[in-house]
């Protein structure tokens, strides 16, 4: 099946499905609500580096959760958080094991937790028969992420609110180096720090899709960049091969490369100190097939 979620049989009990990281090209911030959340403007595309997550429908009416994340308890646990999301929505009475193969960073603005809760989402959707549509994941996720909805809609696009407005889109599909600094950024503090400017004024959205994201910028970067020298680091250090940028709040930064060789030829000249990967830039979900 192209471009849409995998087809999975009534009598099927294990499905596997990948969980991509995303990049924001560029993150604009343009205001702030009354409830705190930021009114933004970004353009997220997908990475072929995923965590993966196997689910197994079991007789018992429960739902397991392995290996445990380390520093995040079950209930806390975003995977766990979208299946009590879902469970109201069943017509069966069955359980669900999990288990996750975890790559991606936490807390590095590849939106990783968001990514293992929309497949999730996805999964269950279908093994527990909840007959939900696509938007109606997308507003389900909402409630626990903003990046979930891109996630569950699997299109590389173009958002506005607090992220859940979106509009698809295609950007070019370059490969990056992803630099992965040995700190947690937690995205609550960056927004509520006093001197994130907020005042971005709000693009059309056009230009944005259309023009050369080189030409936007993430509103985030300075403000995570002077409180983690980690991440000033690493932008210094790949600014060397290309236009370094940081993805959602940090800690990750990245730049963009036209082939996988000149990726590879940057990335083995970066300081041994600097970890990263080489990833491909897709417009499409590893999640859709
Ligand atoms: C920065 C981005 O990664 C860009 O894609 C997202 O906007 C963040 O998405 P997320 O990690 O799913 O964030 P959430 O779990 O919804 O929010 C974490 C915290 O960030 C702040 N937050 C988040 C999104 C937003 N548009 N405005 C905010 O002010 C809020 O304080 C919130 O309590
Ligand atoms: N399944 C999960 N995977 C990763 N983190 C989780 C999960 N469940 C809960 N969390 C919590 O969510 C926090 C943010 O995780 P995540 O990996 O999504 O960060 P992020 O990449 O910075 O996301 P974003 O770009 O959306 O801000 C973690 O630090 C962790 O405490």
Redesign the pocket.
């Known amino acids: 099946m192209n471009g849409s979620y995998p087809d999975t049989t009534m009598t099927q009990t294990t499905i596997t499905l990948p969980a991509p990281a995303k990049l924001?090209l560029f993150?604009h911030i343009n205001g702030r609500r009354p409830d705190?959340?930021?009114e933004?403007q970004?353009l997220f595309q997908f990475l072929d580096r995923c965590d993966t997550l196997q689910f197994t429908v079991t007789e018992e009416d429960k739902i397991e959760i392995a290996p445990a994340i380390e520093g995040v308890d079950l209930q806390d646990n975003l995977i766990y958080k979208a299946a009590m999301l879902l469970k109201p929505h069943r017509k069966v009475t069955k359980g669900i094991r999990i288990t996750l193969d975890k790559v991606l960073p936490m807390g590095g603005?590849l939106?990783g937790g968001?990514s293992d809760a929309a497949t999730t989402l996805v999964a269950l959707n279908t093994l527990w028969q909840c007959q939900q549509s696509t938007a109606q994941l997308m507003r389900l996720g909402l409630v626990l992420?903003?990046?979930?909805p891109v996630f569950v809609n699997g299109q590389a696009a173009w958002a506005e609110g607090?992220?859940e407005i979106l509009t698809p889109a295609k950007p070019a599909e370059p490969w990056y180096i992803v630099v992965t600094p040995n700190c947690h950024v937690n995205?609550?503090e960056i927004?509520?720090h006093q001197r994130l400017t907020r005042d971005t004024p709000k693009l059309k959205i056009a230009p944005a899709l259309e023009g050369d994201v080189k030409n936007y910028r993430n509103d985030c970067e300075n403000i995570v960049s002077e409180l983690y020298p980690e991440v000033k680091q690493a932008l210094e250090a790949l600014n060397q091969f290309g236009n370094s940028r940081l993805t959602?709040?940090g800690a990750c930064i990245f730049a963009a490369f036209d082939t996988k060789e000149k990726a590879e030829s940057a990335f083995s000249k970066l300081p041994k100190s600097i970890k990263g990967f080489i990833s491909k830039g897709l417009n499409s979900s590893p999640l859709l097939c």
């Open positions: 924001n993150l705190g959340y930021h933004l970004t603005g939106g968001s992420g903003a990046d979930v607090v992220g995205t609550g927004f509520s959602g709040t």
